[in-house]
């Protein structure tokens, strides 16, 4: 497992039960409401500083996810995907990667295809059975709860760059 995370260099996520706790808050306004995780987010800034590259792929659209992904810096946003493997296989291509440099955060049967693909498939500890089943790594948060960070961590640990990472914290 701990080799599989040290080659990624690109990590997927799907939001709705991953980036967030899948729960989905619809006012009366039309407003749309998701509770993202600071630490997942925190997570992601500290990926991007070691040169880990990071995606979205969710089949819903939404402006709060627009609007996260910028706050984060995650340059790779595909909402309203029906088709999610088609959508991962375009992303592939056009940042030429291989599979196997590629890690996905899933936690719902539509996530499957990815995960079968991708060197490092992540089912979150509320997923699907199915999902876990798949999975290389299941995390021990859950989707929303801190399971992003989680992987993250994994990842960078992998890699050896833990330490360079938390240089920037003990000052």
Known sequence: MLDRAKRVKLLIMDVDGVMTDGRIVLDGEGNEWKFFNVKDGHGIVMLHRIGVETAIITGRTSKVVERRARELGIKHVFQGAHNKLEVYEKLKLSLGLSDEEIAYIGDDVVDMPIMK??????AVQ??????KRIAHYVTEKEGGRGAVREV???IIRAKGLWDKVMERYKR
Request: without cysteine; charged residues 25%.
């Open 126 to 131: 509320d997923a699907h059975p199915e999902v």
């Open 117 to 122: 693909r991708v060197g490092f498939a992540v």
């Open 152 to 154: 993250v961590e994994l």
